[in-house]
T-cell receptor, first 113, second 113 residues
Framework: DAGVIQSPRHEVTEMGQEVTLRCKPISGHNSLFWYRQTMMRGLELLIY????????DSGMPEDRFSAKMPNASFSTLKIQPSEPRDSAVYFC???????????FGDGTRLSIL | RKEVEQDPGPFNVPEGATVAFNCTYSNSASQSFFWYRQDCRKEPKLLMS???SGNEDGRFTAQLNRASQYISLLIRDSKLSDSATYLCVVLRPLSYNTDKLIFGTGTRLQVFP
């Protein structure tokens, strides 16, 4: 079975540019999570969706970040405009329900120059 | 104070050694607990859930102490392949019908020959 699929795997772009990260959760999973990981702050939950509805976005850093889940098989995390401090690994994860173990994608390594 | 705290390590142990990690959590309403493993430059993966009565999976034993609000992970007969970062994860209620997984920043284990 396919796991959580994220794209792109790597992204390098200049500050000020728009960045869009994509995620396809495991089929049948009702919960989807976006995380950011850095050495300094560890793994931080940005936002999570239950049945395509955003439930908790308290971790979204600021208005430059937005996330959507238009259907059960696709989600995007957008940063506009991007800044060097946004450089991190961004993980998407999905689970059967919010209180069940999560399965992570390979992550997107984002570098903002 | 962080909601989930772990000693960052690193714990450097020889092959065959027994090593234990603790993780403390601050929210007494936390309901479920997990240990995840993360290899360098990889995504986190579920290692095991932690049950109230304690549970064992091969060389790994997880325990929960609700009174003192901590969970532990014991690894017996350490292997070189156990070298990784171990993330403590706690599920606590967010609202009446939603929960939130909180990740610790991880404990790094290095097993040497």
């Amino acid at each position: 079975d396919a796991g959580v699929i994220q794209s792109p795997r790597h992204e390098v772009t200049e500050m000020g540019q728009e960045v869009t990260l994509r995620c396809k959760p495991i089929s049948g999973h009702n919960s989807l999570f976006w995380y950011r990981q850095t050495m300094m702050r560890g793994l931080e939950l940005l936002i999570y969706f239950n049945n395509n509805v955003p439930i908790d976005d308290s971790g979204m850093p600021e208005d430059r970040f937005s996330a959507k889940m238009p259907n059960a098989s696709f989600s995007t995390l957008k940063i506009q405009p991007s800044e060097p401090r946004d450089s991190a690994v961004y993980f998407c994860a999905s689970s059967l329900a919010a209180n069940q173990p999560q399965h992570f994608g390979d992550g997107t390594r984002l570098s903002i120059l | 104070r962080k909601e989930v705290e772990q000693d960052p390590g690193p714990f450097n142990v020889p092959e065959g050694a027994t090593v234990a990690f603790n993780c403390t959590y601050s929210n007494s309403a936390s309901q479920s607990f997990f240990w995840y493993r993360q290899d360098c430059r990889k995504e986190p993966k579920l290692l095991m859930s932690v049950y109230s009565s304690g549970n064992e999976d091969g060389r790994f034993t997880a325990q929960l102490n609700r009174a003192s609000q901590y969970i532990s992970l014991l690894i017996r007969d350490s292997k070189l392949s156990d070298s990784a970062t171990y993330l403590c994860v706690v599920l606590r209620p967010l609202s009446y019908n939603t929960d939130k997984l909180i990740f610790g920043t991880g404990t790094r284990l290095q097993v040497f020959p």
